[in-house]
């Protein structure tokens, strides 16, 4: 017990841990890189799908209209200069433990005293009845809840790439596994992984799911895990307070929760670049104090 404690001590932990890499995360890592902090952010390589999909951009203050992706190589070159790189993993749960938070990704675990949630939102809605079956079959964390499934039979719904990742962990147990993928693409999946190219209507069950229904045909299954871009603030942090499907926040950008800080698309609209960066600098300056006061 005592090498295990060792180990815990001597383990880094972050000063501030940022959930995002978009304007309000990337604006956040800039206050802790000034302000002298520890930190690590999770992120994306291009930084920000929405914004490399926006044809023109004309409300970014100092940045005359232009795509998106110029915007967003004027985002690399400046964290470049000042040295920050970009930790490709998926946060799929931040947990409060005891004076700290503790970050999961798919093969690592990552602590830190604070953390600023800048995830974005998810614009795609809801599947009818994923809501209601949360925690009763349906998940959006295959390396937290995937072998709950041993032997059992399994659905994904993958609306991005890295879904295929977690499908292939899922197979090594699951008796069956479907995957429906939601983009085009070559998938690199198991051959025990089934791809059925269609659309999910709708997750059934009684007390827990047992069936997807699809446009063309009906699975029966006693899981379905929904891989978006985005997973939802309430199960990415349990215990978050909610408002109108957004963390709250007050004006400093705290959350409920002591030490955690949320900032862009997450804590509600309008969904602008400008507006995320601004609360970013925000979250960042309001966790420098919260450790400075510690």
């Known amino acids: 017990k005592y090498l295990i404690l060792w180990v815990k001590i001597m383990s880094e932990i972050y000063d501030i841990a940022i959930v995002g890499s978009g304007a309000a995360g990337l604006a956040a890592a800039l206050i802790a890189k000034i302000r002298n902090k520890s930190f690590i952010i999770f992120g994306e390589k291009d930084l920000s799908q929405h914004l490399t999909k926006a044809p023109g951009i004309e409300n970014y203050l100092g940045f005359p209209c232009g795509p998106g992706k110029e915007l967003l190589e004027r985002f690399k070159e400046h964290i470049n200069k000042m040295g920050i790189e970009i930790t490709e993993e998926r946060v799929s749960n931040v947990f409060q433990m005891d004076g700290y938070y503790s970050l999961i990704t798919k093969d690592n675990e990552y602590e830190s005293t604070t953390v600023i949630i800048a995830s974005g939102v998810e614009y795609v809605e809801p599947i009818k009845g994923e809501e209601d079956f ?17 032997g059992k039979t399994v ?3 993958g609306y991005l790439k890295e879904a295929e990742a977690e499908a292939n962990f ?29 659309n999910p209507v709708e997750i059934k069950g009684e007390k827990v799911v047992n069936k997807l229904i699809l446009e063309n045909r009906e699975l029966d299954t006693d899981g379905v895990f929904v891989l978006k871009n985005a997973i939802p603030p309430i199960e990415l942090v349990p215990g978050l307070e909610i408002e ?43 966790a420098v104090d919260y450790l400075d006061q510690m």
């Open 244 to 286: 109108n499907g957004h963390i709250k926040v007050d004006i400093n950008m705290k959350t409920n929760l002591e030490g955690c800080f949320a900032a862009g698309d997450c804590v509600g609209k309008p969904y602008k670049s400008i507006k995320a960066a601004g609360q970013g600098d925000i979250a960042g300056l309001s």
């Open 134 to 150: 949360v925690g009763k079959g349906v998940g959006y964390c295959t390396t937290c809840d995937g072998r709950l499934f041993k």
């Open 170 to 198: 899922v197979s090594e147990f699951a008796d069956k596994v479907y995957y429906i993928p939601l983009y085009e693409d070559d998938y690199k999946l198991n051959k025990n992984i089934e791809i059925i190219h269609d």
């Open 155 to 157: 659905s994904i719904i």
